[in-house]
Every structure is written in structure tokens, then in C-alpha cells.
């Protein structure tokens, strides 16, 4: 079958027990290599803080040197939290990712912290209050449109001669959908942790969308967990991993992504259990023609242009050979 959609990535850049830290940013390679050749549409890095299990902190500099190895996949973040930064270290590290990359860099925005209350307080993060100046200082600093009197006029983005990628507004709720589409922005959906239906977002979204000069259409991303295998049983087998520690997680248990063996032997707490019964309608897991299937539905009832997949299986082969069943049963496969 051939997809009515693009079909796109998301690494997390695990931490899987029993790898060091340099293996694991080697596998973040190794990933992006297969999917470029695989014919995925974009790779994006969503920055997390505070987290064992995750290696994404600064996806600036996964993006670089992911596009670096690669050749023609779309490379960016996904989202770069921006209450964490001054716009103008976002401006800079952006502009400088696109010159080196022409044309291949996209710039996806959260507003959510990437971390807890403790990491938030380290990073200085701003109040979410404060995130639509931060956003619209961001966007003067790349247009120059700050007021002649206003004191970042003297402030010349560099490197300069070159603008910002294509600007993503990244949402799990909705809230921001009818921003996204007034600033002619991209709007993706994380349907992968969110309970709320991304359809509403979309509808909201694209009535309020304004053409601009990266998205002359507007253009939507569903966000999916899936994990697949060539079977049912093995899927449900690898999806143990990402149930247990999704639950030690919620509930204070941070560890590096432990294996279906290992994940088996936890006893889980009441909360836990709760956890996972609460977030398992949210993992699409199951053998290539059922995910394919799936996943083709849910782009349908959401309206996506494109869907993103995020996995989590402890073993990165495994974990490679999910995303190259999904390419070859949905038809982008170059293979």
C-alpha cells in the first residue's frame, strides 16, 4: 500500500540499559542513516532534561550531526523548548544549522519545559505566561523588525545573509493550534502522550491559517508511539520495556530503558499499574500490516498531512527494524 501521507520520525535518543552513553549517540547516527535511506520525510530531536533514559538535551547538536550523515531526510527539532533559551541563542544556533544545511533543517517549537520543576529551575525556564514573547522576540530577531527605538535593534543576528528554517508550533492540547496557523507557522500534534483528538486541533488550525512564506498551505504532523514487529507477540513483547518504564517514570522511578527480560521482572505498585492503564491506548503496537492499517486510520480521522513516529524498544536493532517494516509496508520504502 502506498501511504496518503508522508511518513517521519522522532528519536528520543535513548539510553538503553547495558549502553554506555557514546554508543547510544552512535545508534542516534546510525537511525537517522537508515531513515534517510529508508525515504523517511524529516528526523526530529525533542529536547528533554533531567531525564537517565533520554540523551536528547540539546538537539541542535543531534540535528548537525545527523545531517551531516545523511543526504536528503529533513532534520530538526521536535520542538526546541524555547522558555529554556533567549531567542536570540535560538536565532543564532538555527541560522547556523540552516547555512550548513540548506534546505533540510526544520525549527519545531514546544512550550512545555522538557523537564520537571527542579530542571526548570536549573535551566532558568521561563513562566509559560511568557511564551508568546519569547516567540514574537524570536521572530523580530529573524525578520529585524524589532521598533527602531527598542534596543535588540542593534543587535544583528549572526551569522547573517541567511534566515531561520521552517518554523514548527508543536501542541499536545490544541491551545496552540489557532497561533500556529495566524503566524503561518507548521502545526504538529503529540498524539503519542496526548488523550486529547488531534481532529479538533487540525479544524482550528487550518481556519485560522494565514499563508506565510516557508508554508504558502498550511500543513499538519500527527504524532504516534508505535512499535512493530513481524509479529503481534514478539511487538507486545518489546512493548514491555516502554510500559514499565513509562510507569517508573509518572511515578518518580527514573532509570535508563530497561529490557522486556528485565521490565518483566518488576513488580509494579498500584499507581504504576494505573499508569500504564491510563497511557497503553496511546502505543500502537502490533505486526507491520496491523500498524500500517492503524496508523492509516488514525491520519484519516485526525486530517494529518503527515504522520511521525516515535519507538521506544530497548534494543536499537530491533528498534531500526520497526521503522523499516513501517517504510515498506506503507510504501516509501527505497528498498
Not at 155 to 172: A, D, M, N
Not at 185 to 190: S, V
Not at 210 to 222: A, H, R, V
Request: glycine content about 8%; hydrophobic content about 40%; some cysteine.
Amino acid at each position: 500500500m502506498a501511504a496518503p501521507f508522508d511518513l517521519s520520525l522522532q528519536d528520543l535518543a535513548p539510553i538503553a540499559e547495558g549502553t554506555s552513553t557514546p554508543e547510544a549517540m552512535a545508534e542516534t547516527v546510525k537511525l537517522a542513516q537508515a531513515a534517510d535511506a529508508l525515504g523517511y520525510t524529516r528526523l526530529w530531536y525533542a529536547e528533554h532534561h533531567g531525564m537517565p533514559s533520554i540523551a536528547s538535551s540539546v538537539p541542535e547538536i543531534l540535528i548537525g550531526s545527523a545531517a551531516a550523515a545523511t543526504k536528503d531526510i529533513r532534520v530538526g527539532s521536535g520542538g526546541v523548548m524555547l522558555l529554556n533559551h533567549a531567542p536570540l541563542r535560538i536565532a543564532e544556533a538555527y541560522r547556523t544549522l540552516e547555512a550548513l544545511h540548506p534546505g533540510r533543517i526544520d525549527l519545531g517549537i514546544g512550550r512545555a519545559p522538557g523537564g520537571d520543576g527542579y530542571a526548570m529551575r536549573a535551566l532558568r525556564s521561563g513562566g509559560g505566561e511568557e511564551f508568546s514573547h519569547y516567540l514574537a522576540e524570536l521572530m523580530a530577531f529573524d525578520e529585524e523588525t524589532f521598533p527602531a527605538d527598542h534596543p535588540f535593534s542593534r543587535v544583528p543576528v549572526s551569522p547573517g545573509g541567511i534566515r531561520l528554517p521552517p518554523k514548527w508550533l508543536l501542541g499536545s492540547s490544541g491551545a496552540s493550534a489557532q497561533a500556529a496557523g495566524q503566524i503561518g507557522f507548521g502545526y504538529a500534534f503529540a498524539a503519542h502522550f496526548s488523550h486529547t483528538p488531534a481532529a479538533p486541533a487540525f479544524a482550528a488550525y487550518r481556519q485560522a491559517f494565514e499563508p506565510s512564506e516557508d508554508f504558502p498551505d498550511p500543513k499538519t504532523i500527527l504524532c504516534l508511539s508505535v512499535i512493530c514487529a513481524p509479529t503481534e507477540e514478539e511487538a507486545k513483547y518489546l512493548g514491555i520495556s516502554q510500559a514499565v518504564n513509562w510507569a517508573r517514570f509518572v511515578t518518580g522511578e527514573q532509570r535508563q530503558l530497561t529490557s522486556p527480560e528485565k521490565a518483566m521482572e518488576h513488580k509494579m505498585t498500584p499507581q504504576q499499574q494505573q499508569v500504564i492503564d491510563h497511557q497503553s491506548s496511546l502505543w500502537l503496537v502490533g505486526d507491520a500490516e496491523q500498524m500500517a492499517e492503524t496508523i492509516t486510520q488514525k491520519a484519516k480521522e485526525a486530517g494529518a498531512d503527515e504522520v511521525m513516529i516515535t519507538t521506544t524498544i530497548h534494543s536499537y536493532e530491533l528498534r531500526r527494524r520497526s521503522y523499516e517494516l513501517l517504510a515498506k509496508t506503507l510504501g516509501i520504502s527505497k528498498n
